[in-house]
Structure formats: C-alpha cells, structure tokens
C-alpha cells in the first residue's frame, strides 16, 4: 500500500507542496527528509528557476536513496503544477524488482580463522543468501566482524575485502567480505593507581576479572568496573586499557585501573579489627 506524505511552508502567501507515491512507509520516512525540494524549500521559493532545479534534482535523490533498500533498477515519474503562488509537486515511484543476494563468502584470516566466536558470527551474519540486499544489513555484518575483533583483542584486524557485486540486469548480487584479524592481544601489566585511600592490593583483587597473561577481552574490563561500582567502596573508577600504546610487536596492553576510595574500611575480626585500607601520604603506581 502506498503512502503519501505532504509537506507546506507558507512564505508571504507562497506555499509548496510535496506528494510522493509509491514507497512503503519504512523507505518514505527515509526518503523524505533528505530530498533537496524539502531540505531547501525556502530557497526554492525564492525564484521559480530555483524551485525547478530542487524540483530536477529531487527526482535523481530519489533513484538514489531507494538503493540501500535493494531497489536498483526504480524508475520515477514527476510533475509540476504552478496554481498561482500554490506550487504542487508530485513524484510517483516505481521500485520495480530488489536486488537478491545469491552469495554470501565471509572469511576471516590470521589467528581469528581459529577463533571460535569469530565463526559463530558468521554463522549468524545479518547477510544471507535470497534475502533483499540493503545497506543497513551489509553495514551491520561488517561492523560486527570489526567490534568483536576489537572486544576480543584483535586491535590490528581490518577488512582486506569488502565488496558488493550487482548484477543490474538480473536484480542479484554477491557480496565478498574478508577480515584479516592479526593476532590476539594479551595484557601485559595492569597498573593499580589509588586516591585518598590505600587498599591492600589483594582485596582489590577481588573484584578484579582480568589478569596478567590473559588474552584481552573487554567484557571482562566492563565487568571489573561493574563490580568495583558494586563495592560501593570507590567514587571514582576507571580501567582503561592502553590501545593507542600496546605493543605491536609483542601483542600485548597494558590496562591502568585508577581508583578513587571514598573512605577507609575496617572490618571486626575475632575482638580485634582488620583494615583494609590505610591514608595516602603520597600516590604511586603499581601491578596488581
């Protein structure tokens, strides 16, 4: 069912009005907003030669913008009806037939290729044979190939293949998508920084989910803030893992975890008490 959006600005008595037939809702909403006739209606009101050239090449946007939903091959019809200083523009669309993807290669080389999540994704790719191509779904498999590459420590991975083949005359195409992933970080270090307050390093351990010599993963960094948030113990926390200035040649990160303590703690052991924290006379750096 075809649906039609109407758009009227009025400028000293002189309006324009947009009718555009033929889209589904979903391509509409999309379309509308980016179309020249829409974006710049206060220029083109100032001279009928300027509302005829937005009028031109609204029409070429239309073709245009109908491509990342699969419709290559759409054709528009268009009109102009000046009715005093009423001005009614129509463009009715035909999408004609949307380009089905008939192959799908995704491939992941250097240590990746071994990697078991790397293959889970393919397996799950928004990308599937005898589905409508469309630019959301291909920007979607190639972002999640470089985002997990990136969670899981594979800080040099980048696309080596990345192309779309249309056949125009036959609405299909083949889309090649190839990850080099490097090989896999490991941390190196993970410098301890304390504020206001001393914790003994083996209690801060304890909410810790990373370590030394274990391959990065950024889940595990996301978990160590959630549980020192948890603690209650901190108001100010950051882990930050130093990828700007790993070290490429040994495939490693170091990850800085700066804690701020918002008070000492002591806890009663036996009649006794045990603290866990001591007053800063001065701020250093250590390993956990």
Excluded: C
């Excluded at 490097?182 to 909410?207: A, C, E, T, V």
């Excluded at 008070?263 to 390993?287: D, M």
């Amino acid at each position: 069912m075809a649906d039609t959006i109407q758009n009227d600005t009025k400028k000293d008595a002189i309006s324009i009005q947009v009718d555009v037939q033929g889209l589904p809702k979903e391509i509409l909403e999309g379309v509308m907003p980016l179309l020249s006739i829409i974006k710049y209606q206060n220029y083109a009101k100032e001279s009928p030669s300027r509302l005829y050239l937005m009028y031109g090449e609204s029409k070429k946007e239309i073709l245009e913008l109908v491509e990342p939903y699969g419709y290559f091959n759409a054709t528009v019809q268009s009109e102009i009806q000046p009715d005093g200083k009423n001005w009614n523009i129509s463009y009715q669309v035909t999408l004609g037939k949307p380009v089905i993807i008939n192959l799908v290669q995704i491939a992941i080389q250097g240590q990746g290729q071994y990697d078991a999540k790397f293959s889970e994704i393919i397996q799950n790719s928004s990308l599937r044979e005898d589905d409508i191509l469309t630019q959301k779904n291909y920007n979607d498999a190639k972002n999640t190939l470089l985002n997990t590459a990136s969670v899981y420590g594979y800080f040099d991975a980048h696309l080596i293949k990345n192309e779309i083949q249309i056949n125009r005359y036959n609405n299909t195409a083949k889309i090649y998508l190839t990850l080099n992933s490097g090989d896999q970080y490991h941390i190196s270090n993970i410098h301890l920084q304390q504020k206001q307050y001393d914790f003994y390093p083996n209690f801060i351990r304890k909410f810790i989910d990373i370590d030394e010599k274990q391959a990065f993963n950024a889940n595990k960094v996301q978990s160590t803030i959630s549980n020192l948030q948890t603690s209650s113990y901190f108001t100010d926390i950051r882990v930050i893992p130093q990828i700007n200035n790993r070290d490429k040649k040994n495939k490693t990160v170091d990850v800085d975890v700066d804690l701020t303590a918002s008070k000492p703690v002591t806890y009663a052991v036996g009649g006794g008490s045990v603290s866990y924290t001591h007053l800063r006379a001065h701020e250093t750096g250590r390993n956990l």
